[in-house]
Nanobody, 126 residues
């Protein structure tokens, strides 16, 4: 299984950006796709997750109301629409997949994800 994240870039504060995550090598019918980010000099942190089946979503408090996660089961892909971007959103963004359905809290924990893509850099200038 390979995950490919794309869509990062350099934007100004207040701009929008949409990240995409394509999964190759397997079709997922349970579990979730999640986004994490790692700011410069900081630990990796949870951003958002969505279950493959019901589309239940989870967000970090810092992005609620600004970011929207979605998935396309037919394309085996996940997306992260980011609006009203702030300089503090600057980070390397990673997508990841859990292949089994679990309690919601598991989707917030990076250690529970089975597959990871390489990061895509998002830089927000002030």
């Amino acid at each position: 299984v390979q995950l490919q994240a794309s869509g990062g870039g350099l934007v100004q504060a207040g701009d929008s950006l949409t990240l995409s995550c394509a999964a190759y090598g397997r079709t997922f019918s349970s579990g979730a796709v999640g986004w994490f980010r790692q700011p410069p000099g900081s630990e990796r942190e949870f951003v958002a997750a969505i279950t493959w089946t019901r589309g239940t979503t989870y967000y970090a408090d810092s992005v609620k109301g600004r970011f929207t996660i979605s998935r396309d089961n037919a394309k085996n892909a996940g997306y992260l629409e980011m609006t009203s971007l702030k300089p503090e959103d600057t980070a390397l963004y990673f997508c990841a997949v859990q292949e089994n359905a679990r309690a919601g809290s598991y989707y917030l924990r990076s250690s529970k994800y089975d597959y990871w893509g390489r990061g895509t850099q998002v830089t927000v200038s002030s």
